[in-house]
């Protein structure tokens, strides 16, 4: 049987990689969720690839064998890329214009981004409008038509260190995968897309992704992304303070931190005592109040850092949707209160299920917006002619219903939840 061409998502993380894939179907043009599957990383370090051979056979197993199980074929991938040289920039394009604005005014106006002045080893990523300007009329989101003599663009770049892409790009090229379009996005965007409604980007929001070794930041303001952000902290970072601390093995650490810790502690069972053994043979006395203390430390540094780059970036118009979390280190017990009391802001935790990464349902919807703009002219002709090459835009998603997680699950997997097919809105 001849193989069904999927586009996939990957995500290589510090302490796992990630990859979900997507097809359409023969005789229509409906999304069905095909598969995903998860497996431990070796060679990352904070994000950035350091063995791009051990990545490279982490991500051979992980891609040949869903191939293999749904009888498919890779033909086009988004990767996510993590890591502290990922950043934002913002940057004003302007040109002359001699009549009406037209579609060709405005991609040569996106295309005078790359005249930003950015590091000799960073490249520009994406491309993302805030807002444009026909001469001295005010800002408008579309101005394809409108009458004017300037045009001018503010634009949010996303960018990324040159070298960190091109780790990317040949892992995933040598991993055995016959694909011919690969496509590289910051990850905490992709999570950001795949977790934030269209309400809460209009009202002000910041997605928080608690990651294995980083924590990225993206703000939102008046529906727009303004900024993004990698910190050099984590979850592990965590873990790895509570090892020091109490002279344990990681692995004792980590499953202490996650039966016992909290990021804000709580007197009423402060002197509650473990005992630990140690790799020695000896025991270790901790008191719930040492431990609290440990985690809440690091936790208040990783959102004080937090809070300044919201404060950078929203400009003082607040984010009035407050916070939304993602990542293993959202799950911490007390993270709520600690925001609430240390921020001020509400913080809601917006996970998907079986530990999947929480870019995985922005990325795929990025690879399956790219192939549909590669669509033949019938319909279930998935891969057709090549058209030009384009920068995928950000994506409005549609609004979850509120309160309902399942739908929100099933809008991005609704083929591996339910024996539906999800159709693509």
């Known amino acids: 049987m001849e193989p069904i061409n999927v586009v996939a998502a990957v995500d290589i993380g510090t302490s796992r990689i990630s990859v979900a894939i997507k097809s359409f179907k023969e005789s229509s043009s409906q999304l069905v969720m095909t598969d995903f599957a998860n497996g431990k990383s070796n060679g990352v370090r904070r994000g950035v690839i350091v063995n791009e051979e051990l990545v490279r056979a982490d991500l051979q197993n992980l891609l040949s064998a869903l191939e293999r199980k749904n009888n498919a074929r890779i033909v086009s991938m988004f990767v996510g890329i993590n890591?502290?040289?990922?950043?934002?920039?913002?940057?004003?394009?302007?040109?002359?214009?001699?009549?009406?604005?037209?579609?060709?005014?405005?991609?040569?106006?996106?295309?005078s981004c790359d005249q930003a002045?950015?590091?000799?080893?960073?490249?520009?990523?994406?491309?993302?409008?805030?807002?444009?300007?026909?001469d001295n009329q005010s800002f408008v989101q579309d101005p394809v038509g409108r009458q004017c003599s300037s045009l001018e663009c503010q634009?949010?770049?996303?960018?990324?260190?040159?070298?960190?892409?091109?780790?990317?790009?040949?892992c995933v090229r040598n991993a055995g995968c016959d694909c011919?379009?690969?496509?590289?996005?910051?990850?905490?965007?992709?999570?950001?897309?795949?977790?934030?409604?269209?309400?809460?980007r209009r009202n002000g929001v910041a997605l928080v992704d608690f990651g294995a070794a980083t924590t990225g930041t993206a703000v939102f303001v008046k529906g727009c992304?303004?900024?993004?952000?990698?910190?050099?902290?984590?979850?592990?970072?965590?873990?790895?303070?509570i090892a020091r601390c109490c002279e344990i093995n990681i692995n004792q650490s980590e499953k202490i931190k996650k039966g016992y810790g909290r990021a804000l502690g709580d007197s009423s069972n402060s002197s509650q005592e473990y005992s630990i053994y140690t790799s020695s043979g000896g025991t270790v006395k901790l008191l719930q109040k040492q431990l609290d203390f440990i985690i809440q430390a690091r936790m208040e540094e990783i959102l004080d850092h937090v809070e300044s780059e919201i404060a950078n970036a929203d400009g003082g118009n607040g984010i009035m949707s407050g916070i939304v979390a993602v990542g293993g280190g959202a799950e911490l017990a007390g993270i709520r209160e600690l925001v609430q009391q240390r921020m001020g802001k509400s913080l809601t935790v917006r996970n998907h299920p079986g530990q999947m990464s929480a870019s995985l349902p922005g990325l795929l919807d990025m690879a399956?917006?790219?192939?549909?703009?590669?669509?033949?002219?019938?319909?279930?002709?998935?891969?057709?002619?090549?058209?030009?090459?384009?920068?995928?835009?950000?994506?409005?998603?549609?609004?979850?219903?509120?309160?309902?997680?399942?739908?929100?699950?099933?809008?991005?997997?609704?083929?591996?939840?339910?024996?539906?097919?999800?159709?693509l809105k």
């Open 180 to 200: 011919d379009d690969v496509t590289v996005v910051p990850a905490v965007y992709a999570a950001a897309c795949g977790a934030l409604s269209d309400t809460e």
């Open 225 to 241: 992304l303004r900024q993004i952000s990698v910190l050099p902290f984590g979850a592990h970072t965590v873990t790895t303070d």
């Open 117 to 134: 002045s950015i590091g000799h080893d960073e490249m520009i990523l994406m491309k993302l409008p805030q807002s444009y300007r026909c």
């Open 368 to 423: 399956v917006t790219r192939r549909r703009q590669k669509m033949g002219p019938q319909q279930g002709e998935l891969f057709g002619a090549q058209e030009e090459e384009r920068e995928v835009r950000e994506e409005k998603p549609e609004q979850p219903q509120s309160g309902n997680k399942f739908y929100e699950i099933r809008k991005y997997f609704g083929g591996l939840f339910t024996e539906k097919d999800a159709e």
């Open 155 to 170: 634009y949010t770049l996303l960018i990324a260190s040159r070298e960190e892409v091109s780790a990317i790009d040949r």
């Open 83 to 111: 890591g502290i040289n990922v950043r934002s920039q913002s940057y004003i394009a302007q040109m002359s214009i001699t009549k009406s604005v037209t579609m060709i005014d405005v991609r040569n106006l996106e295309k």
